[in-house]
């Protein structure tokens, strides 16, 4: 972490340091001559040790907390920031619940409230998405364990279980939720049970284990100011989840109109990323929309469409710049969810959609060969790179020794 003094006047201050995104937003903006900063919980972030951080904060408090909110306070007050980049689901639920006490200090790089509570909520969207004639997963929704019998009867075995909202608090604390496969009864029961206990509302659907798409927009004024598109080749979790092995592609046709059409519909501004699902048969269902940076957005910037950039441009109220043209065909491979995804293939073999083992390691090495971009590696910026790096080897040693230490035990008894 930097020790550096701040200077009154920061452009702009990216919260949730320790996302990949956020690497790529301080990366981005800082390479175009704008004084950028970070903050996290962890001291560790990869994104405090780029060239481009100015300055990196750690707060001793956790996400989504009154603690939290006062240090930021105390953040934006000592350095005058203009735009706050938040891209964690925590800290953007925070925000919005202090939306206006924040803003009287910065702008937030977020759509307004109330395009924002639509794409946050799964029901929502999909409701929207039916309305506009957009393919849907055929679901249900379940709001306790009771219901999940009908639930089965309705959907059947194979299914995914979603909670309606991927940040679900109580009064006293809040947890990130992310879909789950379920092949049996007690596997729904279980996954319903864990995404409903602070109230949430689950969303049970058909498994869908075609090629997965996403189109990502800058809109702002009524007016798309950028699109990007790519396809997952693997993700973490194996179905679903971050897209640890990504192509750029053209924007497709059919998904390209959809999410344009889904996008003007909520009017929603900022950044935002539309995913999908292709069947069997190649037709693409809407599966949620990110109303943040995600975490694939590096490949979109080596691509050329800078969205980290053009998100503090119409974030700080000026008029984005407006990119026609990309380049297609590029990967992008995030290496640790790429490790842990083959490894769960070892871990889960048999369930639905997985690759076998063998094809995994098979591909997982191939992959190698291809050339390809990684994430945090920029050879003008290699310390990130080395501190992920570093975390990971520790983490790895740490889980070893964790895993070995009851046999451990018995020998030493």
Same mark, same amino acid.
């Given at each position: 972490m930097h020790s550096l003094e701040i200077r009154p006047g920061l452009d702009a201050l990216v919260l949730d340091a320790g996302l990949r995104q956020s690497l790529a937003a301080v990366r981005s903006l800082g390479r175009r001559g704008l004084s950028v900063a970070a903050l996290d919980r962890c001291g560790n972030a990869p994104a405090f040790s780029s060239r481009w951080c100015q300055q990196g904060w750690v707060c001793p408090a956790g996400v989504a907390t009154d603690a939290y909110l006062a240090y930021l306070d105390q %953040? &934006?007050?000592?350095?005058?920031? =203009? %735009? !706050?980049?938040? $891209?964690?689901?925590?800290? !953007?639920?925070?925000? =919005? @619940?202090? /939306?206006?006490? %924040?803003? /009287? *200090? +910065? /702008? !937030? #790089?977020?759509? @307004?409230?109330? $395009?924002? $509570?639509? #794409? %946050?909520? @799964?029901? *929502?969207? &999909? +409701? !929207?998405? /039916?309305r506009l004639g957009i393919g849907v997963p055929r679901g249900v929704v379940v709001r306790s364990v009771s219901e999940v019998p009908a639930a089965l009867e309705a959907i059947g075995l194979p299914a995914v279980v979603k909670p309606r909202e991927s940040w679900l608090s109580d009064e006293r604390q809040g947890v990130r939720v992310t879909s789950q496969l379920v092949t049996t009864a007690e596997e729904a029961r279980r996954a319903t049970a864990e995404l409903t206990r602070f109230g949430g509302v689950t969303l049970f659907q058909q498994l869908l284990s075609g090629r997965r798409e996403a189109v990502s927009f800058l809109y702002a004024g009524g007016e798309i100011r950028a699109r990007f598109a790519q396809w997952a080749k693997r993700t973490a979790p194996p179905l679903g989840g971050e897209s640890v092995l990504r192509q750029s592609i053209a924007v497709p046709a059919d998904i390209g109109a959809q999410a344009e059409r889904l996008v003007r519909e909520i009017d929603l501004e900022g950044y935002s990323e539309v995913e999908f699902r292709r069947d069997s048969a190649g037709v693409p269902y809407l599966m949620e929309i990110n109303p943040r940076l995600s975490a694939s957005v590096g490949i979109a910037i080596t691509s050329g469409v800078d969205f980290p950039w053009l998100l503090y441009q119409w974030a700080n109220g000026g008029s984005p710049d407006k990119v026609e043209s990309y380049r297609t065909g590029g990967w992008m491979r995030y290496l640790k969810g790429d490790l842990m995804t083959t490894l769960a293939a070892f871990r889960q073999r048999g369930r639905p959609g997985l690759t076998p083992p063998g094809l995994a390691v098979l591909g997982f090495g191939l992959s190698f060969f291809r050339p390809m971009h990684y994430d945090y590696v920029d050879w003008a910026d290699p310390l990130p790179a080395l501190r992920a790096t570093a975390d990971f080897i520790r983490h790895a040693v740490k889980s070893v020794m964790i895993a070995k230490l009851p046999s451990m035990r018995r020998r030493l008894s």
């Open positions: %953040v &934006l007050t000592r350095t005058g920031a =203009r %735009v !706050i980049i938040p $891209s964690g689901d925590g800290t !953007i639920d925070l925000l =919005r @619940k202090h /939306r206006a006490l %924040v803003e /009287r *200090r +910065a /702008r !937030i #790089a977020l759509a @307004k409230e109330e $395009s924002l $509570s639509i #794409a %946050v909520n @799964k029901e *929502r969207t &999909l +409701a !929207i998405a /039916r």
